[in-house]
Nanobody, 111 residues
Framework: QVQLVESGGGLVQPGGSLRLSCAASGTIFSINAMGWYRQAPGKQRELVAHIQRNGKTDYADSVWGRFTISRDNAKNTVYLQMNSLKPEDTAVYYC?????WGQGTQVTVSS
């Protein structure tokens, strides 16, 4: 059974940083592309960033230059480093391999 467990969310002031982690188990992590989505209240879930198994990355325009996705295959973990956070980044953040989803971690950007 595949499990994806996110951590690292919290409350941060505008301009601050957070690093989210997603630990995977029950899957051959290294062969999976991984992604981070987010969902704000009243809005659809949107793709924030994804990373292919060869390390190639892509980002939503709204986070380009501020967020960085990375992976550590030895630790079966994918990360999302979020810098220069804005109030509009407030959302529940989910990691996925497009077959399985984590439970989400809340990120709140507010002064």
């Amino acid at each position: 059974q595949v499990q994806l467990v996110e951590s690292g969310g919290g409350l941060v002031q505008p301009g601050g940083s957070l690093r989210l982690s997603c630990a995977a188990s029950g899957t051959i992590f290294s062969i999976n592309a991984m992604g981070w989505y987010r969902q704000a209240p009243g809005k659809q879930r949107e793709l924030v960033a994804h990373i292919q198994r060869n390390g190639k990355t892509d980002y939503a325009d709204s986070v380009w230059g501020r967020f960085t996705i990375s992976r550590d295959n030895a630790k079966n973990t994918v990360y999302l480093q979020m810098n220069s956070l804005k109030p509009e980044d407030t959302a529940v953040y989910y990691c996925t391999n497009w077959s399985d989803w984590g439970q989400g971690t809340q990120v709140t950007v507010s002064s």
